[in-house]
C-alpha cells in the first residue's frame, strides 16, 4: 500500500517568513494529493490540493509543488501569520474512477512566533 | 445537514466494555472513511467504503475493531472489549467519490477507557 513520509514534525517561524512542509509518497500510481489544516481542537480541514497532471498550483499565501519522478510534494506558505499556526497533514491517493482511501503523513505542527 | 456528524462526541467507558461510534456523512457522498488520532499524533487510516465495493479494512488494528455502513450512508464502528491504548479521537471522513475526492471530516469522538 501507500506510504507517505511527511518532514519535519514541528517547525517554528518568525511571522512574515516562509514556511515549507515535504512529503514523499511511495506508490507512483498516487495521483491526487491534498494537503490538511488542523488547528487545535478542531477538525482537519483541506487548504489546497494537486493532481498529477499539473507541477505547481498556488492560492493567496500557499502553494503547493510536485515532483512525480521524485515522488515528492511540498507544502509553501509565505508571508506567515499566527493564525497559520496549525498542524497540517499531506495526504496522497490514486483516483481511477472512484474515490480511494486517503493516507496521510504524520503531521507538521507549525508555530508561527509573533 | 451540513456536514459530517458523529457521535457522540465524547464517550468515556470501562476497559472490557464494547463502544460503539457513530457517524453521519455528507448526504450523496459515497465514499466514507474512519480514522484514529492519538493525542498529538497523526491520522491512521482505519477503514474505507466505496459505495457498494468491499470495504478497505486493511487498517483496523485488531479483530476487536468493526465498521459497517447501512444503505452506504450512515456508518458504525464498534470497538469490542475496550482496552486503554484503544483511547483517542476517531475520525469520520466523507467524499463524493467522484474526481473531486475532497475528504470532509467529522467533529471527532473522543473515546476514553479508564
Known amino acids: 500500500g501507500e506510504n507517505v513520509e511527511q518532514h519535519p514534525s514541528t517547525l517554528s517561524v518568525q511571522e512574515g517568513d516562509s514556511a515549507v512542509i515535504k512529503c514523499t509518497y511511495s506508490?507512483?500510481?498516487?495521483?491526487?494529493f491534498p494537503w490538511y489544516k488542523q488547528e487545535l481542537g478542531k477538525r482537519p480541514q483541506l487548504i489546497i490540493d494537486?493532481?498529477?497532471?499539473?507541477g505547481e498550483k498556488k492560492d493567496q499565501r500557499i502553494a503547493v509543488t510536485l515532483n512525480k519522478t521524485a515522488k515528492h510534494f511540498s507544502l509553501h506558505i509565505t508571508e506567515t501569520q499566527p493564525e497559520d499556526s496549525a498542524v497540517y497533514f499531506c495526504?496522497?491517493?490514486?483516483?481511477?474512477?472512484?474515490?480511494?482511501?486517503?493516507?496521510f503523513g504524520s503531521g507538521t505542527q507549525l508555530t508561527v512566533l509573533p | 445537514g451540513a456536514g459530517v456528524s458523529q457521535s457522540p462526541s465524547n464517550k468515556v467507558t470501562e476497559k472490557g466494555k464494547d463502544v460503539e461510534l457513530r457517524c453521519d456523512p455528507i448526504s450523496g457522498h459515497t465514499a466514507l472513511y474512519w480514522y484514529r488520532q492519538s493525542l498529538g499524533q497523526g491520522l491512521e487510516f482505519l477503514i474505507y467504503?466505496?459505495?457498494?465495493?468491499?470495504?478497505?479494512k486493511s487498517g483496523l488494528p485488531s479483530d476487536r475493531f468493526s465498521a459497517e455502513r447501512t444503505g452506504g450512508s450512515v456508518s458504525t464502528l464498534t470497538i469490542q472489549r475496550t482496552q486503554q491504548e484503544d483511547s483517542a479521537v476517531y475520525l469520520c471522513?466523507?467524499?463524493?467519490?467522484?474526481?473531486?475526492?475532497?475528504?470532509?471530516f467529522g467533529q471527532g469522538t473522543r473515546l476514553t477507557v479508564v
Open positions: 495526504a496522497a491517493s490514486e483516483y481511477s474512477g472512484s474515490a480511494r482511501q486517503l493516507t
Open positions: 494537486i493532481r498529477s497532471n499539473v
Open positions: 471522513a466523507s467524499s463524493p467519490g467522484t474526481y473531486n475526492t475532497e475528504a470532509f
Open positions: 506508490d507512483s500510481a498516487s495521483n491526487y
Open positions: 467504503f466505496q459505495g457498494n465495493s468491499a470495504p478497505d
